[in-house]
């Protein structure tokens, strides 16, 4: 064995947790290649989209094609990303399903603008030859809003910056958010 190859009879499986962790990181730092220590190769993606600011295929099946909507395509048009997921997965029991709800910001690379986004997560697992996959994800996005540039600074700098990355309470991003009327939706959504 070589100096920084893991040893596989000491591989630690990957948790609920770290899987999350990973595909935000893929989504988010546009690192297509991660989702495959994410996703199980036959894995389903549905997307419930309640907003005219952005658009997803309904329905992706396949790790690799998952990997080109979530991380590739998605890359080419946004860049800042900041995915927070608002509650974090017990660590002391093995999941089979986990929902949780979401927040994300981002700038749009061509016009600069910035949009804030709400919604829920809905987590399916299963085991396979590699450990621990999502074999089943559920994206409904609640609330897209489209801010104008000069919002940048006060919502990516001010806020999201400064939020625990990638799990914040609900009532942490609450408390920090900009006062941004534009904002209104997506904090009602995280407040309910």
Known sequence: MTLGTPDPKHAVSPT???LIRTYIHAKDSNRPHLMASTFAPDASLTMLVKSEAISFPAQTQGQSAIADVLSRRFGQNYDNVYTFCLDTPPA???LDSYRCDWLVGMTEKASGSVRVGCGSYLWQFAGTEKGL????LEITIEAMQVLAAEHAEAVLDQWLATLSYPWCTASTALATAPQIAE????LDYIKR
């Open 16 to 18: 609920v947790e770290s």
């Open 133 to 136: 996959r999502v074999q089943g």
């Open 92 to 94: 002391d029991k093995a």
């Open 183 to 186: 904002l209104a939706p997506v």
